[in-house]
């Protein structure tokens, strides 16, 4: 920047605020070797044939120059997801994954043909002004229309991620409905609503949302999620993340950060802690069955029938069954 002039590098800092072409940068005194320096320096950033200010986020950069070189294309999907924080899962160990890692955007119907690159998406489709949101000056879809869109693109026990997590952090059903009857004929709208019908924002992690679809595969009864039991007391702070009454059984989804510390001896207390919060659970007079991802994502685990195998125990308990309630959970992703 030292190379410039006090006046050129104004403009720099002015125009750069958002992402420009080389010719522009050309009009107000820069040349090809000074641009190249720039980047070098990381003063700017380029991507896709544009260049912004170097300031801006690392990981927000190459989706804004995506949007730039794409006019009237509106950030969407895997990167509207991104940028609104609302979660999203896929299993990358199939073939044919989607390129989650790409820039995606939605362009108008008119605009030409749909692109599929590793390092972009580009979609055609209608842009209802309900469907829009920002990030900053970057357009993109809402949230609701985020979550249809995405619906639509991957399988049930991907998509259920997204829903979960955004009825989890405050959108309803009736928005997602609303946006799935504008797009009532367009391509992988029944997968939308089927998934959409499926969301429960009780589910409080990723791991809870892929294993409540791998329950219903297996033709187990949809378990109720987030329930208290009553100690003859009062009732207890611990919470379970499924509960079968009818099998008095109790599933615990146990995803890595549970036990995430900065020391053994942190990681120890968190164990000791699981191990007596199980004690409590179990004086209820339930069964318990822990299971963390590898259980829920490959299909040859033994995770049904441990299940089915808890849900023969318990019926055959004689015991008094325990008091419970559902609660509502808060909004975390723990697991």
């Not at 089915?308 to 309630?325: D, I, K």
Request: glycine share 8%; net charge positive; with cysteine.
């Amino acid at each position: 920047m030292d190379r410039l002039g006090y006046d050129v590098r104004e403009r720099l800092h002015v125009i750069t605020r958002t992402p420009q072409r080389r010719h522009a940068l050309l009009r107000i005194g820069l040349g090809d070797a000074d641009l190249r320096r720039l980047v070098r320096r990381g003063t700017l950033r380029h991507h896709h044939g544009h260049y912004v200010d170097g300031r801006l986020d690392e990981e927000l950069a190459p989706v804004a120059c995506a949007q730039a070189a794409y006019p009237g294309s509106v950030v969407s999907h895997f990167s509207a997801a991104r940028l609104a924080g609302i979660p999203v899962w896929t299993d990358r160990s199939h073939a044919g994954s989607v390129p989650m890692g790409a820039t995606w955007l939605t362009r108008p119907p008119e605009a030409p043909r749909n692109q599929r690159r590793a390092d972009i998406v580009v979609r055609r489709a209608g842009l209802a002004p309900v469907d829009l949101s920002g990030h900053g000056w970057l357009p993109l879809t809402g949230v609701a229309r985020t979550v249809v869109d995405l619906a639509r693109e991957l399988p049930l026990r991907e998509s259920i991620v997204t829903v979960d997590g955004a009825l989890r952090s405050g959108t309803t059903i009736e928005e997602l409905h609303a946006v799935a009857e504008r797009q009532h004929h367009w391509p992988g709208i029944r997968r939308a609503q089927h998934a959409i019908a499926f969301g429960n924002p009780s589910a409080e992690s990723a791991l809870e949302s892929i294993a409540r679809v791998r329950f219903a595969a297996a033709g187990l009864p949809a378990p109720l999620l987030q329930v208290q039991f009553f100690d003859g007391l009062t009732w207890m702070l611990e919470r379970v993340d499924f509960w079968w009454p009818w099998f008095r059984t109790v599933g615990e989804a146990d995803g890595l950060a549970k036990y995430e510390a900065n020391s053994p001896a942190e990681r120890r207390q968190l164990l000791r802690r699981s191990h007596r919060r199980d004690q409590l659970i179990g004086d209820r007079g339930v069964e318990l069955v822990h299971f963390g991802w590898e259980d829920v994502v490959d299909p040859r685990s033994d995770l049904i029938a441990r299940l089915r195998a808890g849900f023969a125990r318990g019926v055959s308990r004689t015991t008094e069954p325990p008091q419970w309630r559902a609660v509502p959970p808060p909004h975390a992703d723990a697991a």
